[in-house]
């Protein structure tokens, strides 16, 4: 019995690493396919639209080379941040109001975790940790990240062991991926390589732990929630 659980468990985690993974893992070196097909900058394809445009504006040679696919992967994120967002604050609602003493928790998880995506949603679409904390409030990138970093510190030790009784190799994959990213682009030994490699790299991790904190919440909202969504015939 116990040889078959494991068994059924494997394939289950597979199945959830081929469904979250393979897509995201196909369309990184699909967007480098692109770039060399095209001959527009990876960068245009990764980056925030709104950075592009702004250096498009200061350099007009290169509007000729604007593109509807300007930005594709920082918008995919975007979206992914947005869904998890509602997903997580829909379900602390929802939990909220089923009436078992257990639930409470995790309407204080799924609200708690809804609101920190909700504002790495807004920092990822306004760029405020790169563009607006620095330039109009005169506040360093390295602080923005290191409030983040207490305020999801703080939640994960008050949560410790809801996210225990979860799939968290996701969650801790998501921390993994959106790491590196951080890393990748604070490391000045990175300079020297190809600039176009180098915002692939750095963003396709940014998108592999975006995707994994949204596949993380939105199999745990179902599983809170799966007994009290099955409808009753009759």
């Not at 445009?53 to 696919?69: D, G, K, M, V």
């Not at 995506?117 to 904390?133: G, K, P």
């Not at 732990?209 to 949204?214: A, L």
């Amino acid at each position: 019995m116990k040889i078959a659980f494991i068994e059924l468990r494997i394939k289950y985690l597979l199945k959830i690493f081929l469904l979250l993974y393979i897509p995201i893992i196909l369309l990184i070196p699909l967007v480098y396919l692109c770039s060399l097909i095209t001959g527009i900058p990876i960068n245009h394809f990764t980056r925030d639209p709104s950075v592009i445009a702004s250096e498009i504006c200061l350099e007009p040679l290169l509007a000729s080379r604007t593109n509807p696919l300007m930005g594709f992967l920082s918008n995919i994120g975007i979206l992914l941040w947005s869904m998890c967002a509602s997903s997580c604050l829909l379900t602390s609602f929802l939990a909220k109001h089923i009436r078992r003493p257990r639930k409470g928790k995790y309407s204080r998880f799924f609200g708690t975790f809804g609101i920190i995506t909700l504002i790495l949603l807004l920092d990822d679409l306004f760029l405020f940790h790169e563009v607006i904390a620095p330039g109009i409030f005169m506040i360093s990138e390295t602080i923005v990240y290191g409030g983040y970093g207490l305020v999801i510190l703080a939640s994960l030790i008050n949560f410790r062991k809801i996210i225990l009784q979860s799939e968290w190799g996701l969650f801790g994959l998501a921390f993994v991926f959106l790491g590196l990213s951080i890393v990748i682009d604070s490391l000045p030994v990175l300079d020297n390589m190809s600039t176009d490699l180098n915002y692939l790299i750095e963003d396709g991790f940014k998108l592999l732990g975006i995707v994994s904190w949204f596949g993380y919440f939105m199999i745990f909202s179902y599983q809170v929630l799966k007994p009290e969504l099955i409808l009753k015939k009759g």
